[in-house]
């Protein structure tokens, strides 16, 4: 199986080599919503190990996704209103 970084990466522009911070910069999303791959995981957790920058701002993502999702309130809708809605995504596809 190929991860998610790998695909990522791999649509990334060919020109120049990009730096192992950039590699990680592309990984983060991943990490904080918990995709990564545990390749992609080991390979993430040893650079913020060693580079303070990339530590930083995955604390700070992390803090930011706990405050929004500690503010997001979970609603309860109709079974009528999801399905009207899941016939009007299907409709636009």
Known sequence: MESKFTEVYQNAPAEG???ECEKVSLLLDLMI???ASPEDQQYFNRHIEECVPCF???QKQKLLKG???GHLKRVIVPNSLAHLIK???QETL
Do not use: M, Q, R
Request: glycine share 6%; charged share 40%; aromatic share 0%.
């Open 17 to 19: 080599k990009e730096t």
């Open 33 to 35: 919503d918990g995709e």
């Open 56 to 58: 930083e701002t995955h």
């Open 67 to 69: 405050l929004v999702s």
């Open 87 to 89: 016939a009007k995504i």
